[in-house]
């Protein structure tokens, strides 16, 4: 199970985000797959519970068909975008094909975060069921908020990289 070292997120630390947001004009969008729709609900209102939290009022909600298509969409936000954050989920089932689009899905929004300089979030669950997915997706009884972690670290990132460019 995933979450063990975990860091905390302390309320200075959201006070200082919201600080370098505001500070800088800091411009989010949050890339969401379509698929599962009752993860995905829970990814994006945990993106959207951190973005409130912390002030961030210019975030776009852009939907990609699948897990496989966020890179590309990514790839474009982060021309337009001071931080994007990848939401999806691939449950593995019986055919290669989980591997194929977890690995191509990974790949890709890493190559999108490293050729960009655009901090990427990455929220793609990648489980062996459902139920590891819902306890990820940050619902009523999940164990995790990985759209929540997700959004985090996409703003933290945008935060050092717009504090080294001052």
């Keep these: 199970m995933s979450g063990t070292g975990t860091p905390q997120i302390q309320q200075d630390e959201l006070d200082a985000l919201a600080s370098a947001a505001a500070q800088h004009g800091l411009k989010v969008a949050v890339v969401a797959s379509r698929w599962h729709q009752e993860v995905m609900d829970g990814l994006i209102a945990g ?39 990848a939401l999806g ?19 890709g929004l890493s190559q999108v975060a490293l050729t960009s300089g655009t901090p990427v979030g990455f929220g793609l669950l990648t489980c ?11 619902l009523p009884g999940s164990k995790e908020d990985k759209g929540f972690e997700s959004a985090h670290a996409a703003l933290a990132a945008a935060a050092e990289i717009a504090a080294l460019a001052s």
């Design 128 to 138: 062996d069921d459902e139920a590891q997915a819902l306890d990820r997706a940050g």
């Design 47 to 85: 993106s959207e519970r951190f973005f409130e939290q912390v002030g961030v009022q210019d975030v776009t909600l852009l939907r990609a068909p699948g897990s496989f298509e966020l890179p590309v969409i990514a790839s474009h936000a982060a021309a337009r975008f001071d931080a994007v954050v």
């Design 89 to 107: 989920v691939v449950i593995r089932g019986g055919t290669p094909h989980f591997e194929y689009v977890c690995t191509a899905a990974t790949d």
